[in-house]
């Protein structure tokens, strides 16, 4: 009964291509978060969704692009893979997106970009 | 541009003494902070927060202590235990319209408690 869960856990794959990370939350929750683990350790947030509307929308390139089905769900494509994008992706989720509240994280996906 | 910074990598100490993490922030808007714990292959899980009218906030062996005046808070843990080891992220939430909840994250600073 994981409460956030991410697939895939890893992904290698070649410049270029397109891939998906998907991730789902059964907490009931609200509000959904992209974060990205890049190489010097930051987490840094890319997307935001509340109730499947985009709430926010970092400076991040087109290439990705947020999906959100319903609010139990939000993936995240990626076009035209770089080598930079190489990184953990996290996603997140919590009550709302009105206050600092918790936010319950998923196991992460380590995208390596050959 | 980084507004939260935990300027040690690494920390080590022995099993039940104390363990100190430190982090700085440069917006003296932020007006809640949080500490997460992170395990390897794991991913963070919320540990203790303040919100910016404190200056601590305690929960078992946790305290939080925020200075607002030198923008820097520190994690105490005491008795540190060898399932403290993990690697802790400061964050910090700035309230507003357009925040929606947005954390911002320190780069982690990692613990070991040595038995």
């Known amino acids: 009964d994981t409460a956030v869960s991410q697939t895939p856990k890893y992904l290698v794959t070649q410049m270029g291509n397109d891939k998906s990370i998907k991730c789902e939350q059964n907490?009931?929750?609200?509000?959904m978060y992209w974060y990205k683990q890049d190489s010097k350790k930051f987490l840094k947030i890319m997307f935001s969704?509340?109730?499947?509307?985009?709430?926010i929308n970092e400076t991040v390139p087109n290439r990705f692009s947020p999906k959100s089905p319903d609010k139990a769900h939000l993936n995240l494509h990626i076009n035209s893979l770089e080598l930079g994008d190489s990184a953990v992706y996290f996603c997140?989720?919590?009550?709302?997106?009105?206050?600092?509240?918790?936010?319950?994280f998923g196991p992460g996906t380590r995208l390596t970009v050959t | 541009d980084q507004q939260v910074k935990q300027n040690s990598p690494s920390l080590s100490v022995q099993e039940g003494r104390i363990s100190i993490l430190n982090c700085d922030y440069t917006?003296?808007?932020?007006?809640?902070f949080l500490w997460y714990k992170k395990y390897p292959a794991e991913g963070p899980t919320f540990l203790i927060s303040?919100?910016?009218?404190?200056d601590k906030n305690e929960d078992g062996r946790f305290t939080v202590f925020l200075n607002k005046s030198a923008k820097h808070l520190s994690l105490h843990i005491v008795p540190s235990q060898p399932g403290d080891s993990a690697v802790y992220f400061c964050?910090?939430?700035?309230?507003?319209?357009?925040?929606?909840?947005?954390?911002?994250f320190g780069q982690g600073t990692i613990l070991t408690v040595h038995p």
């Open positions: 997140a989720s919590s009550p709302s997106a009105g206050g600092p509240y918790e936010q319950y």
């Open positions: 907490l009931g929750h609200d509000t």
């Open positions: 969704y509340n109730n499947k509307e985009l709430i």
């Open positions: 917006n003296s808007m932020f007006d809640y």
């Open positions: 303040i919100s910016s009218i404190k």
């Open positions: 964050a910090a939430y700035l309230a507003g319209g357009t925040s929606y909840g947005k954390l911002t």
